[in-house]
């Protein structure tokens, strides 16, 4: 299974955000950790940066990306 068959969506298994910026903003499907339940949580959509510098994502908590995409232009 490749990432056209998902859409836009790219697999972080596939690859990572790049790029000449410091960090890039992209639409993700992610899972945060609950740490009531002990779990992580259901699949949302956010908006989360990618730091090219650091190779990771710019998250405050524990979340797991599963996929990305770039955002859409601006109307």
Not at 30 to 50: A, M, P, Q, T
Request: aromatic share 12%; charged share 25%.
């Amino acid at each position: 299974m490749n990432s056209t068959d998902f859409g836009n969506w790219i697999p972080c298994t596939d690859r990572l955000p790049n790029g000449n910026s410091i960090d890039v903003s992209c639409l993700v499907t992610c899972r945060e950790w609950d740490l009531f339940s002990g779990n992580w949580g259901e699949k949302e959509i956010r908006i989360l940066s990618f730091s090219i510098k650091k190779n990771e994502w710019n998250t405050k908590s524990d979340i797991k990306v599963e996929a990305w995409m770039p955002l859409p232009k601006t109307y």
